[in-house]
C-alpha cells in the first residue's frame, strides 16, 4: 500500500472531527478530566523537549498537588508551573475572534519564562541553530520580521487549518523572535490556532524529539512535508484518545 499523501491524512483528521464535532457537547466532567489531562501532557513534553528532567507523573504531582520533587531543580518545577498558566491563557485567547497579534504572542511567552530578565522581550543578539548552520535572523530583523508575522496571522488563508497550525509553529521557530523559549511558544501557538478551529491539541512527543527537530530543519530547507505529517499524526492520536474515552 502506497504510503498516505498530505491531502490524505487531512482528510482522515477532518473525518475523526466530524465524529467529535458530531459528540459535542462533551460531558462538563469529561471535559474537565480532558483539560488536566492535557495540561500535564502537553506541559511535560514541551519542556521535557527543551531539556526539563521532571517526568510526566512528578509535572502532575506539581501541577496538581502543589508539591515539590526533592532533587529537582527549582527551575525545572518553575518551569512547569509557568508552562501550566500559558496553557491556561492560550486557551482563554481561543474563545476569541480576534487575529493573534505580537501582542499575544509576548504575553504566551511571559508566562512560559515568567521571572527571566528577557521574558515577553525580544532577543537583542544573534543567535544560530545548535547543531546545525542554519542562522536565525539577525536580532534588529526580528521586530519587522514579527510585524511581518502578524499580517501573515491577519489575512485569511486558503489552507486547510492543520497546515495554517503548522506553518505558525514554523514561521515563529525561523524568526526565533525570543532569547530562550521560541520552541515552548511555538507549539503553544500552534494549539491555539488548532482549538481556535475545533481540533485537538498537538502533543509533540519528547520521545520524538529528534524526529521534530529533523522535521523543522526540513522545514528550514523547505521542505514542509515532514513537520505537518508530525503535526497531523499528533492531532490524530489525540482525537482517537478523545473518542475512544467517549465512546
Not at 4 to 17: A, G
Not at 92 to 103: E, F, G, R, Y
Not at 192 to 213: E, F, H, M, S
Amino acid at each position: 500500500m502506497a504510503d498516505p499523501t498530505p491531502s490524505d491524512m487531512l482528510k482522515e483528521l477532518d473525518d475523526l472531527k466530524n465524529q467529535l464535532d458530531a459528540l459535542r457537547p462533551l460531558a462538563p466532567d469529561l471535559l474537565n478530566n480532558l483539560r488536566e489531562l492535557y495540561t500535564v501532557r502537553l506541559t511535560y513534553n514541551s519542556t521535557a523537549i527543551e531539556g526539563n528532567t521532571l517526568t510526566e507523573t512528578e509535572t502532575q504531582i506539581i501541577l496538581e498537588k502543589g508539591i515539590t520533587i526533592g532533587g529537582k531543580p527549582l527551575k525545572d518545577h518553575l518551569e512547569v508551573i509557568n508552562h501550566a498558566e500559558a496553557i491556561d491563557f492560550v486557551r482563554d485567547l481561543a474563545t476569541a475572534s480576534t487575529p493573534i497579534t505580537p501582542w499575544e504572542i509576548r504575553q504566551i511567552h511571559s508566562l512560559v519564562c515568567k521571572g527571566e530578565q528577557q521574558a515577553g522581550a525580544y532577543r537583542t543578539v544573534n543567535v544560530i541553530a545548535a547543531g546545525t548552520n542554519y542562522r536565525y535572523p539577525d536580532a534588529i530583523q526580528v521586530p519587522d520580521l514579527m510585524a511581518d508575522f502578524d499580517d501573515w496571522l491577519a489575512q485569511p488563508q486558503p489552507l486547510h487549518p492543520i497546515k495554517i497550525a503548522t506553518e505558525i509553529h514554523a514561521r515563529l521557530v525561523m524568526i526565533h523572535p525570543f532569547t530562550d523559549g521560541n520552541g515552548r511558544v511555538a507549539r503553544l501557538l500552534m494549539n491555539l490556532q488548532l482549538l481556535r478551529t475545533g481540533y485537538p491539541l498537538a502533543i509533540v512527543q519528547a520521545a520524538d524529539r529528534t524526529a521534530y527537530i529533523d522535521a523543522v530543519v526540513a522545514w528550514q530547507s523547505g521542505n514542509t512535508d515532514p513537520l505537518l505529517f508530525l503535526v497531523a499524526n499528533c492531532v490524530k492520536a489525540s482525537a482517537l484518545e478523545i473518542l475512544s474515552l467517549v465512546g
